[in-house]
């Protein structure tokens, strides 16, 4: 679906259900945004395309697929910009090993995924995939910080329309555990490159006999970045699980894990396999070398692990004693209990800004084994944010459950340009291979950080860059002065990385003359001081890091409006274009799962909705071009509208879809535009196809519905078949007539 054609507004191809809404969506919006003269094409950036873009000499002629995500990493550093990005896969070592099966089934003469390379081909393959590993597309695209809110008219919808949220009662079992020392957060360590230092960092690894190993040289530092280098122990880590199991079992609770080995792709899915071999230690123990036989990898999560162990010898002997260890353990949280699929199975099915909202808003539960709820341990190993989920439950022990009729918002400002912080941090981080020494050396051989390091521990190295702080700061002042919320920098003062920060921030707000505007806590003080504010109904902004960017855009909208989904989501690129991201993935897996097994759709398109009308807002600005603007306005009077009319897609099969709710947004959109009062042209253009769409809204919805209930071949999971899901997507062959006319 690559277009290589200059176009107006990028439209990003991604992966699993926001793509598929895009092959019924897409279509309606370059119908209408034609009559601005405004062309939309598309861009690949899903992860079957990055593989085949990755192996170009492998492919033939017919099967060549572009750098799409090369190309819009130099896009997104013009003032020329405007891309429309839906959440993409951050894949884990088995998603991507399931992409590339499907891709040489499909033909695709890609190589295999080595687990261990031992060639020097294998490891360049190795290398070449692990470029698409985890979140290889946002670090690339996001050239500029973060504006993340839920829209008023979404916001006014979740009020008159509250979402499910569960009780939670005083004596819930229900905590936070996390490990508090010898974790990353303990032990970090930053600095402010002086003029002196910039340059090229080396990070150096003294091993205890002396020899030394380069890990990493030539990353290019400019003045003013600062530098921040930390680990965790090993032994620290095995020792907090083995606790925090027992525990577990002691307060009979649910065991859960929360993660993020999608995004933190080097250090996440080692500390994911560290709590499977904990979970399972007996069995580790008894069959060490049958494992390391067989390259058992518990990184990649329980569920690849079993199916090595069913092709052992012993596999039989081995899974019955997994079974017996597994039946003495504490229950674990379930993923999906019905199919026995547990928190530890699959690194990327449990992350951590999706499943801990989950929790919290279930008033503390989560599904067990037996398929009941129960109260559950969240394990979340680096205390670098754990403070925040944990105040988050001692808010709700004491006072109740949010009452989403009456809270008021929380709105996000993110640091995330040029690879802020731990985000940035893949390249650098590094599983230590013997005891010693690890060293930062700046370029004029200043020795900037040193940590004493052993075996198995997991060191790494992040950094922010000045001019992205600055970019940061500048619009948290302008976010404030437009709204007045009470706003808020999440920093701890205690913390190395945001103890630079500080000292960063606070001369450039007093110069600005803000310094009384803004406070600035520690996140657990800040947590409480939100829920505080919106529990009163007030509003407030978060001024917070990448990663807090992250957590808190999924934990507030979850609570507030049932989903992060329907977030509006600015990126204001640092050389002045926009990138206008469409909501979390979440459960994106499991639309596609219905959508295939029952021709049913749930994902909800009003996060894309939002984004075109944001999009074309900024288009209009940017170039003078009055009708894209009316037409930005008018999308979001069809959001209220079909928002207001409970148009929105339900969770089962008979109710309206994805599909469904792409019409009425036609139909709202056709009419706003017919009865605004700023471009007659426009008005008139939009008039006719309004009525035909009305006229012939019952047809349509009949034609919708058509097949429903009755499995779908999309001709792939990864790599889908464009007409098929054409024939699926887009069923009305009436509502095509007019949209295609």
């Known amino acids: 679906m690559s277009q290589d054609a200059a176009s107006d507004i990028i439209y990003t191809v991604t992966d699993e259900a926001p793509q598929l809404a895009a092959a019924s969506l897409l279509p309606i919006v370059r119908k209408f945004v034609s009559a601005a003269g405004i062309d939309v094409s598309t861009r690949d950036i899903s992860v079957a395309g990055r593989i085949l873009a990755t192996f170009p000499e492998r492919l033939t002629a017919e099967q060549a697929q572009s750098d799409d995500l090369a190309a819009l990493g130099q896009l997104v550093t013009t003032p020329e910009a405007n891309v429309i990005k839906l959440p993409n896969i951050s894949a884990s070592v088995p998603q991507l090993q399931a992409a590339i099966k499907e891709l040489q089934g499909q033909g695709f003469d890609v190589p295999d995924y080595p687990e261990a390379p031992a060639t020097d081909e294998e490891k360049d393959i190795r290398a070449r995939y692990d470029t698409i590993k985890g979140s290889a597309v946002n670090p690339v695209l996001r050239e500029g910080n973060s504006d993340r809110r839920a829209p008023a008219a979404v916001k006014a919808y979740a009020k008159d329309n509250p979402h499910s949220m569960g009780a939670w009662s005083a004596d819930s079992k229900t905590k936070v555990s996390t490990m508090g020392a010898n974790d990353f957060r303990s032990n970090e360590k930053s600095v402010t490159l002086s003029a002196a230092q910039a340059g090229a960092l080396k990070i150096e690894h003294t091993a205890a006999d002396g020899s030394v190993t380069v890990l990493k040289d030539g990353i290019d530092m400019p003045e003013g970045a600062i530098v921040d280098a930390t680990f965790m122990s090993r032994a620290a880590l095995m020792d907090f699980l083995g606790k925090a199991i027992d525990e577990t079992k002691a307060d009979g609770t649910l065991f859960s894990l929360h993660m993020k080995a999608t995004m933190m792709k080097v250090s996440d899915p080692i500390i994911f396999g560290h709590a499977v071999r904990a979970y399972l230690k007996p069995v580790f123990d008894k069959y060490d070398a049958e494992f390391k036989a067989a390259a058992v990898n518990p990184n990649s999560g329980l569920g690849t692990m079993l199916d090595v162990i069913a092709g052992m010898d012993k596999g039989a002997e081995i899974k019955a004693e997994i079974d017996a260890v597994m039946a003495d353990r504490p229950p674990m949280y379930m993923v999906n209990s019905d199919k026995g699929i547990t928190n530890l199975h699959v690194p990327s099915d449990v992350i951590i800004d999706a499943s801990m909202p989950a929790v919290l808003r279930a008033g503390g539960k989560g599904w067990g084994p037996d398929g009941k709820e129960g109260d559950t341990n969240c394990v979340i190993p680096d205390s670098s944010y754990a403070p925040v989920y944990a105040e988050t439950v001692d808010f709700f022990k004491a006072n109740g459950a949010l009452d989403v009729t009456k809270a008021g918002t929380v709105q996000n400002i993110g640091l995330m340009a040029k690879k802020a912080e731990e985000y940035g941090s893949h390249p650098t981080t590094f599983e230590i291979p013997a005891d010693g020494t690890v060293k930062v050396i700046a370029a004029n051989g200043d020795v900037l950080t040193s940590h004493d390091v052993e075996t198995g521990d997991i060191w790494r190295m992040a950094s922010t860059r000045r001019e992205a702080v600055v970019n940061w700061v500048d619009l948290a002042i302008s976010r404030e002065a437009t709204t007045g919320y009470a706003s808020v920098f999440w920093l701890d003062e205690t913390r190395g990385h945001d103890a630079e920060l500080i000292k960063m921030i606070t001369p450039i707000l007093a110069e600005k003359g803000k310094a009384d505007t803004f406070q600035i806590m520690a996140p657990a003080a800040a947590t409480r001081h939100a829920l505080e504010v919106i529990t009163k109904g007030d509003n407030c902004i978060a001024i917070t890091g990448n990663v807090l960017r992250d957590y808190l855009t999924d934990l507030f909208p979850i609570l507030e409006v049932g989903t992060s989904a329907k977030m509006l989501s600015v990126v204001k690129l640092m050389n002045g274009g926009g990138m206008f991201e469409t909501g979390a993935g979440g459960s994106a897996p499991k639309h596609v799962q219905q959508l295939m097994e029952e021709n049913h759709l749930r994902w909800d398109s009003l996060g894309e909705f939002c984004a075109i009308a944001e999009s074309l807002r900024f288009f209009g600005e940017a170039h003078g071009n009055a009708k ?45 535009l017919a009865a605004q009062s700023d471009d007659a042209e426009l008005a008139a253009s939009f008039a006719d196809l309004a009525g035909a769409l009305n006229a012939q809204a019952d047809t349509i919805s009949t034609e919708m519905m058509a097949g429903r209930g009755a499995a779908v071949d999309l001709g792939g999971y990864y790599n889908t078949d464009d007409a098929k899901v054409a024939t699926v997507m887009r069923p009305s062959a009436t509502l095509n007539a007019l949209i295609d006319s």
């Open 628 to 672: 894209a603007a009316v037409m930005g306005d008018a999308a979001d009077t069809a959001i209220i509208k079909l928002l207001g009319k409970g148009k929105s897609p339900g969770r089962k099969v008979g109710q309206p879809d994805n599909r469904d709710s792409h019409f009425f947004f036609a139909l709202y959109w056709a009419e706003a």
